[in-house]
């Protein structure tokens, strides 16, 4: 069908009306839209206590209540008006941009499409006043404490067409609940209430971050996540960051913020999902609360109408810096945490004469345990690790006061012995010397080990129950953690190694390839790259990172030239490199169905405990589980 012929019309200046109800498209997109642009205001304006009443999902009514400086009567009119705004002045003003709201559009935009009622007191004022409608409206005194309460009711009255395009009551009130949910996790210090329909569905005192964050996102989160805190420079990045075992299928547990603002920034997001890439499996979401603050000068919010969009003067800097602050933090694994892992300990450190105290609770009538002979897995890791560094008789090795298990027959006979018997199988303690005494049960977070379990696990024991441990994901972590280590230490200091092509690998480009290729070459160069254009069409690959000569010139290039692009490095080469490595440390890693010793599993759990990321294997699967005594207890129904 043929488009309907356009009505021809001369060039005529819009009605100011008009004009308030275009803007309201993009500005008051829906009730969240409002509940947004006046929950902001009402920060700007220094409040600490907000009150938020919605009905019929903020369609019929949105009205928000603060306590903050207040509007003098003679600006009420002003303050309806289009463009008219006390945040900014000047060029400079806009440039360095310190509020929320700045644009002076959002109160017009709103009255343009909803009746509007606007009460306001200042400090020094008698009693309050009120506005109703526009900025035609007359200003009269009204009754009300210091601050200001905006009425918004009946959202598209007199634009029916775009009323229909709204959802059902409750999808509405979904999205108007939650960016109240992501101001208020940006502002721990103000109280926040919110009603709907006459009942309070949530109410958030003044509080500090950490309990605001676990009262919002859940106990889930705030059981499982880690505390970071890092500063260089101009930038400060501060919040908390979910352990890979609190991660969802969605990405809604992910909140930003830069200067206090909510954003939806593709360089944050990168650089936070990179962090996560070697601990979080490939379609889950990692959640986190964090805030990045620097100079407002060095940001640019006037990007987008929804103000969720950012762009940055120097993006390469600030996504290096959240991928390594980031990076650091996911490091600690939640076993070490939140407590002290002493370093490696010899066998010879444990006692003077080079004998571990491990051996001398075995009886002289047993033959030693000895490592497992045909693999280097028991050296590699008894070699370094002293299995348990509790003397004969303590808590952990006597096995006559419930210690660890040897994995043989007869000490399971041995249980259930008479007690002449079980008194002469019994080793004779070895007097304990200060410096043989147990070190304190939280330096060893992962216990010690009991038995192997069909070959594949190792159970563990410490001083909260029992531990479970993936022996194969957990080799492969410390494997892969050590070999990418050793790379990056021999790597300092050197120049990135290149392999040339013999024959340059051409393909078809576009403009903006071209262009990245011309604007980037010296950052294409220090990641060993030689990208040369041959025509506005065509590039060509002469040189690339040796490491990564066998992969395909031509995706490699892409890859780089679309994260240059957009984020001012690239990541490509690590991640491709990490994944070459990770497949090394799995093939090289201990099979299932290995048997190990009592002494090389507990040097497994020595190793994991010093080892960063250990918490996950390099797919992003768990490497070890906890069990509570107070869970074994409701299993057995134990006390009740």
């Known amino acids: ?22 803007a309201a498209g993009e500005v008051v997109e829906r009730p969240s839209a409002v509940v947004k642009e006046l929950l902001e205001n009402a920060l700007d304006a220094g409040s600490t206590t907000i009150t938020i009443r919605l009905e019929e999902g903020g369609v019929k009514r949105i009205a928000i209540t603060d306590n903050g400086r207040g509007i003098a009567p003679e600006q ?8 008219a705004t006390s945040k900014i002045a000047s060029l400079s003003d806009l440039e360095n941009v310190g509020t929320l709201g700045f644009r002076g559009e959002a109160l017009a935009s709103i009255a343009s499409v909803a009746s509007v009622r606007v009460t306001s007191r200042t400090a020094d004022a008698a009693h309050a006043f009120e506005i109703v409608g526009s900025h035609e409206g007359v200003v009269a005194p009204s009754s ?25 009551e409750q999808t509405e009130y979904a999205h108007c609940a939650e960016v109240v949910r992501r101001i208020a996790l940006s502002r721990p210090d103000v109280a926040f209430s919110l009603s709907h329909n006459g009942r309070t569905i949530d109410h958030w005192n003044v509080s500090e971050a950490a309990k605001r964050s676990a009262h919002i996102l859940g106990s889930d989160f705030a059981e499982a996540r880690l505390a970071l805190d890092e500063a260089a420079g101009p930038l400060h990045l501060h919040g908390y960051v979910g352990l890979p075992t609190a991660s969802k299928a969605r990405a809604d547990g992910q909140f930003f913020y830069v200067n206090g603002r909510f954003v939806r920034d593709k360089v944050l997001v990168h650089a936070v999902k990179a962090a996560y890439q070697d601990v979080l499996h490939g379609d889950r979401f990692p959640a986190y609360v964090l805030s990045l603050d620097l100079d407002p000068a060095l940001v640019d919010v006037n990007v987008h109408p929804s103000k969720t969009e950012v762009r940055f003067r120097d993006s390469r800097a600030v996504h290096q810096f959240v991928f390594h602050a980031v990076q650091r933090t996911l490091a600690q694994t939640s076993a070490t945490a939140h407590g002290s892992v002493p370093g490696p300990m010899t066998a010879a450190e444990v006692r003077p004469s080079g004998t571990p105290l491990w051996q001398l ?37 006597d ?25 002469a199988a019994v080793p004779v303690p070895v007097p304990m010397t200060a410096a043989d005494k147990p070190l304190s049960n939280d330096d060893f977070p992962l216990g010690f080990a009991l038995a192997q379990l069909h070959g594949i696990y190792i159970l563990a024991q410490n001083t909260r129950g029992l531990v479970l441990v993936d022996m194969h994901a957990a080799h492969e972590r410390i494997l892969y953690e050590q070999i990418k280590n050793a790379l990056d230490a021999q790597a300092q200091g050197q120049e990135m190694q290149v392999q040339a092509l013999l024959i340059p690998v051409t393909f078809y480009a576009d403009a903006m390839e071209v262009a990245t290729v011309h604007e980037h070459a010296d950052t294409l160069a220090t990641l060993g790259f030689d990208i040369a254009a041959l025509s506005p069409t065509t590039l060509a690959v002469r040189s690339v990172p040796t490491l990564l000569k066998n992969a395909d010139a031509q995706t490699l290039a892409r890859d780089v ?61 768990p490497t070890w589980v906890q069990l509570e005594i107070s869970a074994l207890d409701k299993l057995f129904l134990r006390g009740q």
């Open 144 to 168: 009300g404490a210091c601050g200001t309460t905006i009425d918004v009711q009946d959202l598209y009255f007199n634009t029916p067409a775009r009323r229909k395009f709204l959802k059902s």
């Open 1 to 22: 069908m043929n488009a309907p012929a356009p009505t021809i019309r001369p060039i005529q200046q819009l009605p100011d009306q008009l004009i308030s109800q275009i």
């Open 76 to 83: 009420l009119p002003l303050a309806l008006s289009r463009h």
């Open 361 to 397: 609770s075995q009886s002289p009538s047993q033959p030693q345990q000895r490592p497992h002979e045909q693999t280097s897995f028991g050296a590699q890791l008894t070699q370094t690790f002293s299995p348990s560094p509790y003397a004969a008789g303590s808590r952990w090795d």
């Open 399 to 423: 096995a006559a006061t419930g210690g660890g298990v040897p994995q043989r027959l007869e000490a399971y006979g041995a249980l259930f012995a008479s007690d002449a018997a079980s008194t």
């Open 561 to 621: 030239l679309r994260d240059v692009r957009e984020f001012g490095g690239s990541r490509v080469l690590i991640e491709r490199r990490n994944e070459l490595l990770g497949t090394l440390a799995c093939h090289t890693a201990v099979r299932a169905n290995r048997i190990l010793s009592q002494p090389e599993m507990n040097a497994l759990l020595r190793q994991m405990e010093s080892t960063e990321r250990a918490d996950q294997c390099n797919h992003g699967r």
